[in-house]
């Protein structure tokens, strides 16, 4: 059943931290970016079909979203026009939580826990590679 509102989906994106990092991983003992990301976007209603990387869930978004428009729900998308390679849920303007620490060497839980790779909060401007902040359109009412 889909999130009624931004502060649930919210609290359901906030049920992930400290999830550990896997390369591919979607759950749901272990995430990658954009699996993480994915499973908050199906709560909220909005998930596109199919398995998603950050790529194409910018592709998609790019299309079904409203782009500059930072705030909860927001999506975060870092790397370069012509390579996406990483997404975060924004959980306001400056902060977003999101499955990071890690790359594609890390393929196992052991490994995410030795390099501390985990779902984390962190500030968007973090990273120097920032793309686009794009609000899906959910169907849900305003926080």
């Not at 994915?38 to 909005?46: E, K, N, P």
């Not at 978004?61 to 012509?82: C, H, W």
């Not at 849920?89 to 393929?107: L, T, Y």
Request: charged share 15%; glycine share 12%; hydrophobic share 40%.
């Amino acid at each position: 059943m889909p999130a009624k509102s931004m502060n649930e989906l919210y609290d359901y994106a906030l049920t992930f931290f400290r999830a550990p990092y896997t390369w591919g991983g979607e759950g749901p003992l272990s995430y990658d970016c954009s699996g993480f990301v994915q499973r908050v976007l199906a709560y909220g209603g909005v998930d596109p079909k199919g398995d998603q990387s950050a790529s194409s869930l910018y592709s998609h978004f790019v299309k079904e979203g409203t782009v500059n428009m930072p705030g909860m729900g927001a999506l975060a998308f870092f790397g370069s026009q012509d390579r996406i390679h990483h997404v975060g849920w924004c959980i306001d303007k400056k902060i977003m939580i999101n499955a990071s620490g890690g790359g594609s060497h890390v393929k196992s839980i052991q490994i995410a826990k030795q390099l501390g790779a985990y779902v984390a909060i962190e500030p968007i401007n973090y990273r120097k590679d920032l793309v686009a902040i794009i609000m899906p359109f959910y169907q849900l009412p305003a926080s």
